[in-house]
């Protein structure tokens, strides 16, 4: 006999399904992805003990790019620095488009001091990139805000987000192209077991090889299943 599914379930689905977590501009991970990928990461890394942070990445001035060169103009920007980010961060790193010009880059497993150098290191491959529209040649900068789960006032996954956007916002009111965090944050969790990430096997990007067996598909997959699951559970305790 069939199994049956009742509607909102197969509803619950259906919008799962890999289009509706993709951004289609740039091929990265939607908003909405990214929420689900944070609170599950975070509730992950807070029983388990481990190092987690998060970074956001806004292009500045980003509207005068739109304005003068147009919004083709504009988009070229962000494919371009969503390849960049995604070539500078390991498989099992979760990046995406939060919207607009700002991304979001959630590293497990990693301590402050990892995603500083990390952070950095986007930023300057970005600002060393020459764009072009017709005749017009540019280079942007890019503002970052790092935030970590070791942080004292971090007690849940919106803190996280939260934290990471003050120090984006603030780093735009100190003139921008810029990474900032809390430079007093701990290097571990308190109580944490977990081991920090090793140093990367090449210059360009953050790698690490105990993790790159976990294909981004796999790991898309695993979150999807998670975010099913809970999705039925709800239905379950509501029915």
């Given at each position: 006999m069939?199994?049956?599914?009742s509607?909102?379930s197969e509803?619950a689905?259906?919008?799962?399904?890999t289009p509706?977590?993709?951004d289609?501009?740039?091929?990265l991970?939607n908003?909405?992805?990214?929420?689900?990928?944070?609170s599950l990461?975070?509730?992950?890394?807070?029983?388990?003990?481990?190092?987690?942070?998060?970074?956001?990445l806004d292009?500045?001035?980003?509207?005068?790019i739109?304005?003068?060169?147009?919004p083709?103009?504009?988009?070229?920007?962000?494919?371009e620095?969503?390849k960049i980010?995604?070539?500078?961060?390991?498989?099992?790193?979760?990046v995406?488009?939060?919207g607009g010009e700002?991304f979001?880059?959630?590293?497990?497993?990693?301590?402050?001091?990892r995603?500083?150098?990390g952070?950095?290191r986007?930023?300057?491959?970005?600002?060393?990139?020459l764009?072009?529209?017709g005749?017009?040649s540019?280079?942007?900068?890019?503002?970052?805000g790092?935030?970590c789960?070791?942080?004292?006032?971090?007690?849940?996954a919106?803190?996280?987000?939260?934290h990471?956007?003050?120090?984006?916002y603030?780093d735009?009111?100190?003139?921008?192209n810029r990474?900032?965090?809390?430079?007093?944050?701990p290097?571990?969790s308190?109580?944490?077991?977990g081991p920090s990430?090793?140093?990367s096997?090449?210059p360009?990007?953050?790698?690490d090889?105990?993790?790159m067996?976990?294909?981004?598909?796999?790991?898309?997959?695993?979150?999807?299943?998670?975010?099913?699951a809970?999705?039925?559970?709800?239905?379950?305790?509501?029915?």
């Open positions: 069939p199994k049956e599914t509607p909102g509803k689905n259906k919008e799962m399904d509706s977590i993709i289609e501009l740039t091929s991970y908003h909405r992805f990214l929420m689900d990928a944070i990461e975070f509730a992950k890394s807070q029983k388990q003990g481990l190092a987690l942070a998060l970074i956001l292009i500045d001035d980003f509207q005068t739109t304005n003068d060169l147009g083709a103009a504009g988009d070229k920007v962000l494919v620095v969503a980010i995604k070539n500078s961060t390991r498989d099992v790193d979760i995406g488009r939060c700002k979001c880059v959630l590293l497990p497993n990693t301590h402050l001091k995603a500083t150098a952070a950095e986007v930023r300057n491959l970005i600002i060393s990139r764009f072009k529209e005749e017009v540019f280079n942007i900068t890019v503002s970052l790092i935030s789960i070791s942080e004292a006032d971090t007690a849940s919106r803190d996280l987000l939260e990471a956007d003050m120090r984006l603030a735009k009111q100190r003139g921008r990474v900032l965090y809390k430079k007093d944050a290097e571990a308190p109580g944490a077991t990430i090793p140093a096997p090449t360009n990007r953050m790698q090889a105990s993790v067996q976990y294909g981004a598909k796999t790991l898309s997959a695993l979150y999807i299943q998670s975010i099913r809970l999705v039925n559970a709800l239905e379950l305790k509501d029915g």
